[in-house]
């Protein structure tokens, strides 16, 4: 009777590490699908980018020609948050301190006409965020970044901006976007503006739950602060 308990111990330990191996394997082959999807999403992304690059380059209006450059930035900076999930170690979340710091520096080398005439001010925190919140910021800081040099900076200004992001507790942080420019004009409700750019910056800060804030220096100057759940 020992035996026979004995043989019947031995053969569920055994079922179970063979259970535990074949859920390992399972688990290993769905991280190798999930880290394949995101190669291939970024892949198609980098596609349609060149797409918009070839097309661009057979347009004659200027307005035209920047606003395909706006739409590959906006793609670009999505293909960025999944290149980053297909090269980290842990698939549900993003470094976006990391992503932030690199997708800030690439808009300053692609929009800076003359290297010496913005300066780049970076304060940046560790953040980790799942793509449901990596994606939206990522888009809604392109737009914001995007805009400061567009705007603030008019006719050769000198200037500096600054990007910061701060947590804020444990559950929640906080992105600021500021610049010693220009300035916005007084009369500008960044709720009811219409331009594109405020539209999709809006739409995503409810998108989630976050909470945008626009501060005028008293000299000039814009500061954007958004405060969001993470």
């Not at 035996?3 to 055994?14: C, F, H, K, P, S």
């Not at 179970?16 to 769905?30: G, I, N, P, T, V």
Request: charged residues 30%.
């Amino acid at each position: 009777g020992n035996l026979v308990a004995i043989e019947g111990i031995a053969r569920d330990i055994t079922e179970r590490k063979l259970a535990e191996e074949a859920l390992r394997q399972s688990l290993r082959e769905k991280e190798i699908l999930v880290r394949e999807v995101h190669h291939r999403v970024k892949n198609n992304m980098q596609v349609i980018s060149s797409i918009l690059n070839l097309q661009s380059a057979l347009l004659d209006d200027p307005r035209a020609r920047a606003a395909f450059k706006q739409c590959q930035l906006r793609i670009k900076s999505m293909a960025m948050v999944h290149e980053r999930l297909y090269r980290a170690r842990d698939l549900t979340s993003v470094d976006f301190a990391d992503y932030l710091n690199t997708m800030a520096r690439n808009i300053f080398l692609d929009q800076q006409i003359k290297p010496e005439q913005v300066k780049l001010q970076v304060d940046i925190e560790p953040v980790n965020l799942d793509i449901n919140r990596a994606v939206p910021l990522g888009l809604i800081m392109n737009e914001l970044i995007t805009n400061a040099f567009k705007h603030a900076f008019p006719g050769g200004r000198k200037g500096n901006l600054w990007i910061k992001l701060r947590k804020k507790g444990e559950k929640r942080a906080e992105l600021v976007v500021r610049d010693d420019g220009v300035g916005l004009p007084r009369g500008l409700d960044i709720k009811k503006a219409e331009s594109l750019g405020m539209v999709i910056i809006n739409t995503l800060v409810d998108q989630i739950d976050g909470k945008l804030e626009l501060i005028r220096g008293k000299s000039g100057g814009t500061e954007f602060r958004l405060t969001f759940p993470c």
